[in-house]
């Protein structure tokens, strides 16, 4: 006799919605630091503005200890100078620098430079606390109203930081930057020139991800600032920025790349105005850099071409 197996039992579906984890919340209490206001710009510049130099030029850096180092700067090269006609004017020109520093870091940097054109250059940041810093720089010269000095505070909060500054000639300014979202930061700043009867103020935005950084920047004497700067992958950048002034009507827009190879990086630029620049250093050995620079102006049918080394321990 058969034995009578009951069919399996169909299995229904579920009626119940599926569990979707919930996005991530932003925590607007604990946003993150944003990076200074004065240095928004920072990645545009980095490949938008090298060094650019013309002539020969050799730097040599000596540590006597942890702490304290010397500098020798040796620059032979011609000198543009200011000229009523469109033709350009060079002189050739020689200056040594020497230089001395002091590092103890974080808390205290000391930079002192001396030219033998009677330039005398000094820069200062000493932390006084965990959040307030002081930085200061000076230039004193044999040339009449061209010395100048700089004091700032910078305060850094959890998620803004703030700066007031104090120079010669009546100067004063300050400005805030606040982090809104984990990408965004908004700003602002205020100066006043009491020498020469002037005041601004002025407004900045940066966007930045793991990818790409975006800022704009915006003041009341005419200037606007965009820049864009795309990480195609961890050594190779494209930047673009923008640059109008509305009182002249100067518009200026160019397009670079910083490029880091596994000995050498490779910086360089064309812009709107027809300049064409690269600026290559390649490392050669540890403590010793190769440095190639080279500029070409369509427009004012001007080249300038420039290699150097840099020693250092």
Not at 60 to 82: A, C, D, R
Not at 100 to 110: C, K, S, T, W, Y
Not at 253 to 268: E, H, K, P, V
Request: hydrophobic fraction near 35%; glycine fraction near 8%; charged fraction near 20%.
């Amino acid at each position: 006799m058969a034995t009578l197996v009951p069919p399996p039992a169909t299995v229904q579906p579920s009626t119940m919605p599926e569990l979707i984890p919930p996005p991530n919340k932003v925590d607007y209490l604990n946003l993150p630091s944003p990076i200074p206001y004065e240095e928004i710009h920072r990645e545009a510049l980095m490949s938008l503005k090298p060094e650019i130099f013309e002539g020969m030029r050799f730097d040599f850096t000596k540590g006597l200890n942890q702490k304290f180092s010397l500098s020798h700067s040796l620059f032979m090269g011609p000198t543009e100078i200011p000229s009523q006609s469109s033709e350009i004017i060079k002189i050739p020109t020689a200056h040594y620098e020497f230089g001395a520093n002091f590092i103890d870091h974080p808390q205290l940097l000391l930079f002192g430079r001396v030219m033998t054109d009677g330039r005398l250059n000094a820069r200062l940041k000493c932390d006084l606390s965990d959040n307030l810093s002081l930085k200061g720089n000076a230039q004193l010269t044999n040339e009449p109203h061209m010395s100048h000095g700089m004091v700032n505070f910078d305060y850094k909060g959890s998620d803004y930081k703030a700066q007031f500054q104090l120079g010669n000639g009546a100067l004063f300014g300050a400005n805030y930057i606040q982090s809104v979202s984990p990408h965004l930061s908004l700003g602002g700043e205020v100066f006043w020139a009491g020498q020469h009867r002037k005041s601004g103020i002025g407004y900045a935005a940066r966007y930045n991800t793991d990818k790409m950084v975006a800022t704009g920047q915006v003041a009341s004497t005419g200037m606007i600032a965009l820049s864009y700067v795309q990480k195609v992958s961890e050594k190779v950048s494209l930047a673009s920025d923008f640059m109008y002034n509305y009182m002249s009507r100067d518009v200026t827009a160019s397009f670079g790349y910083d490029y880091i190879l596994r000995q050498a990086r490779l910086r360089g630029k064309i812009d709107s105005n027809g300049v064409v620049s690269a600026f290559l250093e390649e490392r050669l050995n540890m403590g010793l850099n190769f440095i190639l620079s080279a500029e070409l102006d369509h427009n004012k049918k001007d080249s300038k071409f420039g290699f150097g080394l840099t020693v250092g321990e």
